[in-house]
């Protein structure tokens, strides 16, 4: 499975790629809005040379925290925005993943247990989670505390290489409620 970095469009990660960031890089990244999905490790690097003299280490951790706590209490829905809250336009968040080949997802059980099979779905299950959450930040960076109107798809981003795209859309809004955690969020990544 070969990931390319969208910035210098090397294959990343696997044992010939470049390296991928640390989780620690790519949270730095996330909260000061350089990361993109899938970037190498030196790209994002350099992307973050030029911002992370504005913003100390500790106000970024601090930031990062705001955001882990915020993010599960931004409202995520299928139904269509309720009468009267703003539509704060589209937000959306993607998540690539390698599963072998395609097919093998909708194969079925593979053995009598079903383990191979399990084993597909919580890759699935994984990469939506990490696709709602890049949508989340998308929304708390808009000043949004929850997304209506959401669509989650599941499609294969090569073909039949066993690269699949979870992506996630919807409209975020602003229900107005007041919650301090979701409001530190929203200041820092707006700072
Ligand atoms: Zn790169």
Partial sequence: MAEKCPVCGQSVGGLTGMP?????????GISLGVYEEGMCA???????????TEKTDEE????????RTAMPRVFVSPSSIPDGLPDMGLVTGYCILGTGPFTA????VTDALG???????????????????????????????????????LTEATSGNGMLMVSVTGAATSTGRDDPAIQKAIDYLKS
């Avoid at 030196?42 to 992370?52: I, N």
């Fill in 20 to 28: 991928k960031p640390g989780k620690d890089l790519k949270e730095k």
């Fill in 42 to 52: 030196s790209c994002l690097s350099r992307a973050l040379k030029g911002k992370v």
């Fill in 60 to 67: 970024i951790s601090e930031g990062n925290k705001a955001i």
């Fill in 105 to 108: 997802l909708f194969s079925g």
């Fill in 115 to 153: 383990r191979k099979s399990n084993a597909y779905m919580q890759k699935a299950r994984d990469a939506e989670r990490e696709a709602l959450d890049a949508l989340k930040i998308e929304a708390l960076k808009k000043g949004a505390d929850a997304v209506y109107c959401l669509r989650l798809n």
